[in-house]
């Protein structure tokens, strides 16, 4: 079973900044492109980065220009780092492939932004 172990929330003041990291294997990470989304209460889960195997990013409109997504591959680690964040960027953050069929969904780290 794949294990993706997501860490680095925490609460923080709008404007703050923040560091998720998401943690497997290397092979994970070199066949796949890693996404991470977000679960806001109430909400349905949202794409709002992800990186490919060769390194491409994409982000939503949402975060584009304060979230950066990028990986380490010697730590088997796929980053995204939050800046300028906005109350409403609260959420649980998880990370997982962009795929058809996604692994198994991790705990996810929470992420709280107060004004």
């Known amino acids: 079973q794949v294990q993706l172990v997501e860490s680095g929330g925490g609460s923080v003041q709008a404007g703050g900044s923040l560091r998720l990291s998401c943690a497997a294997s290397s092979i994970i990470f070199s066949i796949n492109t890693i996404g991470w989304y977000r679960q806001a209460p109430g909400k349905q889960r949202e794409l709002v980065a992800d990186?490919?195997?060769?390194?491409?990013?994409n982000y939503a409109d949402s975060v584009k220009g304060r979230f950066t997504i990028s990986r380490d591959s010697a730590k088997n680690t796929v980053y995204l780092q939050m800046n300028s964040l906005k109350p409403e960027d609260t959420a649980v953050y998880y990370c997982?492939?962009?795929?058809?069929?996604?692994?198994?969904w991790g705990q996810g780290t929470q992420v709280t932004v107060f004004s």
């Open positions: 990186i490919t195997s060769g390194s491409s990013v």
């Open positions: 997982n492939r962009v795929a058809a069929i996604q692994y198994y």
